[in-house]
């Protein structure tokens, strides 16, 4: 199973709006809704942003937000804020009753 | 508050053998999948294992297929990861975390995670 494609760095200034894409497969997010994002600060265990697609956690903030079209996920962030640069990566279940992760996108905010 | 504490990590020689350990806490522990991700240095997440609330279902990524075996005990509140025929390229951080369901019914993402244990394999 080969991991989903992110892309590797996405940036934006305090206020703007980022997305950030999460490309797999028709053996994974391309049929399954189970596509979930988590946020990782260096050093620190990666915490869940978004469940099924598009469902926030409770103490997750609203400017973070979830879609899926075709095989293609995205996480979008809204109000970009100093404290949201980290580490995001995307999982999908697949078909084989297995998780892949993506590549992982590294978050700047300028 | 839900807790999930990895131990047993260290450093193993390649070919050897480890076995980790997650002791979890403040939820039902035997009502839920659990899983296995690490990460190796500098790398992103890899998803390792999972096992069902019951034992009774559970997957491992095909790199581990055949050396690495997850398992639990639900009367201990554990969870465990008993690694073989170690290579250079496990070494990474593990992370407990819970859910992550397979084909039996539960939560398809993983809501809690522990803080992580180290294993080095090197000679």
């Known amino acids: 199973q080969s991991a989903l494609t992110q892309p590797a760095s996405v940036s934006g200034s305090p206020g703007q709006s980022i997305t950030i894409s999460c490309t797999g497969t028709?053996?994974?997010?391309?049929?399954?809704?189970?596509v979930s994002w988590y946020q990782q600060h260096p050093g620190k265990a990666p915490i869940l942003m978004i469940f099924d697609v598009s469902n926030r956690p409770s103490g997750v903030s609203n400017r973070f937000s979830g879609s899926k079209s075709g095989n293609t996920a995205s996480l979008t962030i809204s109000g970009l804020q100093a404290e949201d640069e980290a580490d995001f990566y995307c999982?999908?279940?697949?078909?084989?009753?297995?998780?892949?992760f993506g590549t992982g996108t590294k978050v700047t905010v300028l | 508050e839900v807790q999930l504490v990895e131990s047993g990590g260290g450093l193993v020689q390649p070919g050897g053998s480890l076995r980790l350990s997650c002791v979890a806490s403040?939820?039902?522990?035997?009502?839920?999948?659990v899983t296995w991700v690490r990460q190796a240095p500098g790398k992103g997440l890899e998803w390792v294992a999972n096992i069902k609330s019951d034992g009774n279902e559970k997957h491992h990524v095909d790199s581990v297929e055949g050396r690495f075996t997850i398992s639990r005990d639900n009367a201990k509140n554990s969870l465990y990861l008993q690694m073989n025929s170690l290579r250079a390229e496990d070494t990474a951080v593990y992370y407990c975390?819970?859910?992550?369901?397979?084909?039996?019914?539960?939560?398809?993402?993983?809501?809690?995670w522990g803080q992580g244990i180290v294993v080095t394999v090197s000679s």
């Open positions: 028709s053996s994974d997010l391309g049929t399954y809704d189970y």
């Open positions: 999982s999908s279940y697949t078909s084989s009753g297995t998780y892949v």
């Open positions: 975390a819970r859910g992550g369901a397979g084909y039996s019914f539960g939560r398809r993402y993983f809501d809690y």
């Open positions: 403040g939820f039902t522990f035997s009502s839920y999948w």
